[in-house]
């Protein structure tokens, strides 16, 4: 059975596709216009196909992990070369790999850099403990406000 008889017939207006995926109308142009995304047309509409709906989602989990769209570009166009998608999976693997050492090293910098930051505000409480303990309160309420905003809890103003 050819992957053709596989696949739905049904189509996707651009509306749908941006309600499914969370994203705008400008940023499917966008992947329109760098060649990613081919949409038919009926007239002035768009109309995406099951393919296109594949690839967007493609696209926006490839962003989502950090993949310049060039990358992106890359893994699609390997995309029914007749090989059972081997070039793609081997291109993605490779890919992925690469990023996954990125995001190791960033997270490495960011432990270090979180080390820096924690030995340096003890250092100041320290410091504001024996000059100015008036300021103190202060830096803690920073500290709390600053913690909140990282959970993505925003304190109403009354509690401040």
């Known amino acids: 059975m050819t992957s053709e008889l ?3 017939a049904r189509t996707f207006t651009i509306r749908q596709l941006c309600r499914e995926f969370q994203t705008t109308p400008r940023a499917l142009r966008f992947y329109e216009d ?3 995304l081919s949409p038919a047309r ?3 509409n768009r109309v995406y196909s099951y393919k296109d709906r ?3 989602q493609l696209i926006l989990r490839g962003k989502r992990v ?3 769209l060039a990358e992106i570009r890359e893994i699609l166009e390997l995309y029914g070369k007749g090989d059972g998608e081997a070039a793609q999976n081997a291109k993605a693997l490779r890919k992925f ?3 996954i050492i990125a995001l190791e090293q960033q997270r490495e910098d960011i432990g270090h850099a979180l080390d820096i930051l924690q030995k340096a505000c003890s250092t100041l409480e320290e410091q504001l403990s024996r000059v100015r303990p008036d300021l103190l309160p202060q830096a803690e309420e920073y500290d709390r406000m ?3 905003r990282v959970d993505g ?6 509690m401040r």
């Open 146 to 148: 600053v913690r909140a």
């Open 6 to 8: 596989r696949r739905p």
């Open 97 to 99: 790999r690469e990023r």
């Open 66 to 68: 950090g993949l310049a």
């Open 54 to 56: 594949a690839r967007l």
């Open 34 to 36: 760098k060649g990613l």
């Open 153 to 158: 809890h925003h304190e109403p103003a009354f």
């Open 42 to 44: 009926q007239g002035l």
